[in-house]
């Protein structure tokens, strides 16, 4: 008898109030397909903060508990392009923790970069208004 393969999809999110946004979906596999078998926000785990801070090291506990499973994460990355001034993406990543001592040093420089608004990357900018798929979501989960 093969063992089901567990198989987790985060669809994360960087809010303030992450622990509302991000979602923990958890399965296995079952021949050609996926059984699901729950469907929760990161603040149904234990030990849950309310902040985005607080969220992740739940994340990171999960992913330590369960070493043999496969991890899906759903956020993106990539910047705005205005905001990347190095030549490459390789040289920009190199050089990352030299010119930002911590998130948000690296938030106030961006934000002042782009003259104090967040800029969208263009996929962001294809997403707004569709709420369907969050609601959808809501509800099968």
């Given at each position: 008898?093969?063992?089901?393969?567990?198989?987790?999809g985060?669809?994360f999110s960087?809010a303030?109030?992450?622990?509302?946004?991000?979602?923990?979906?958890?399965?296995f596999?079952a021949?050609d397909?996926?059984?699901?078998?729950?469907c929760?926000?990161?603040?149904d785990?234990?030990?849950?903060?309310k902040r985005?801070?607080?969220?992740?090291?739940?994340?990171?506990e999960?992913?330590k508990?369960?070493?043999?499973?496969?991890?899906?994460?759903?956020?993106?990355?990539?910047?705005?392009?205005?905001?990347?001034?190095a030549?490459?993406w390789?040289?920009?990543?190199?050089?990352?923790?030299?010119?930002?001592?911590?998130?948000?040093d690296?938030?106030?420089?961006?934000?002042?970069?782009a003259g104090?608004?967040?800029?969208?990357?263009?996929?962001?900018?294809?997403?707004?208004?569709?709420?369907?798929?969050l609601?959808?979501?809501?509800?099968?989960?």
């Amino acid at each position: 008898m093969e063992i089901p393969i567990r198989i987790f999809g985060i669809d994360f999110s960087g809010a303030q109030d992450a622990r509302k946004k991000i979602w923990v979906t958890m399965g296995f596999s079952a021949g050609d397909g996926l059984v699901v078998e729950d469907c929760l926000r990161v603040r149904d785990l234990p030990n849950s903060g309310k902040r985005l801070e607080s969220c992740l090291p739940d994340i990171v506990e999960l992913i330590k508990s369960n070493p043999n499973a496969v991890f899906g994460f759903d956020f993106p990355f990539g910047l705005a392009r205005p905001l990347i001034k190095a030549k490459t993406w390789e040289e920009w990543i190199l050089a990352f923790s030299s010119r930002f001592k911590n998130p948000d040093d690296f938030k106030k420089k961006f934000l002042s970069y782009a003259g104090g608004q967040e800029l969208r990357r263009n996929t962001d900018k294809q997403s707004v208004g569709r709420s369907t798929y969050l609601k959808f979501r809501e509800i099968s989960c």
